[in-house]
DNA sequence: ACCAGTCAAGGAAGC
DNA sequence: GCTTCCTTGACTGGT
């Protein structure tokens, strides 16, 4: 059973050893400058951060690693949009990073990223799209300086969030899945989703989009177990499995009496029909991780 | 030192 | 057609 930690160590939280933030209203009311520099202690604190929590995985003999997508806070955002290379203290940013591709380098982890909720390739508005486009980018252009494979060994996994005409609205992401650059292309995948009475399932990913694209599908059993879409649970596993050209990673949650909210702990195991490293989507993070791996036993 | 409120985003759902 | 909620953890500002 591999498994794998989803961006946060709880372990490392409480330490004190954490992902800063920073918003974009904070970062407005301040000189652009200051506002700035602020910005990059944070961003080299959160390589910093990274490195430590990357560590504690190999550490822990953890299988994977979910890179937060909190890395570089704001910089995307319309109204601020700062180039990563314009960032100041280029050296102190160049010496954490590769301190962190070093480490990755050696490692045996499969890293991935879970780019945010609110990325949309199903708008029909232009300026979504490209912030959208400009979002994930961003997110291959962190995986090419961390020395991240091109590929779905490090795969960037998002949703297609909007319901609807399957036909119409996989169109619509097919076309903006084209327009995303190289080292996003190359990464990208898309998982179920469960909307009540939602329209992208495993079986509609693969219908409307992977047959058409050859993109790879993220299996989610909690997901799967709210949208079934006619497949049981090893049907559903093993239709995602086929479309991955790699050992695909999945995810594993439970959620709190039938819901989505995600439970502290897991009460059982993901059955794995196929051998495949699971992210686990569960609050106590690293410490459900550790209490899987101590169930097993 | 601590706590409650706030925040970034697009889409869904409720009225 | 408008408002509220979803989700997340850290920041902010008031005490």
Redesign the pocket.
Known sequence: MKLSLC??SNTL?NQNI??????????L?LPRDQAIN?LTD?IIQNFITLKKTIEYCENNKFHGYRITS?LLP?IN???ILIKFEDLPRQNDLSFVINECKQLINKSTLRFSSHP?????L??L?K??IS??IRDLQTHGFIFDLLGLPNNYMAPLNIHV????DPESISRVVINNINKCPGNVKNRLVLENND?????WSVKKLITYIHTRTGIPITFDNLHHEMLPDNLNEQQAFEAAYCTWPVEPIFHYSEGING????ADFATKLPISYMPVTWEV?L?Q?DLAIQKMYAMRN
């Open positions: 961006c946060i939280h954490k992902f800063k933030m920073m918003r974009v209203t904070n970062f009311k602020i944070r909190d704001v955002h319309p109204s945010s909720e609110f990325i949309s199903t708008s508005n300026d979504i912030n959208s969030r909007k319901d609807g909307n009540k009475n939602g329209t819901s989505r909210k995600h989507e609050k993070k």
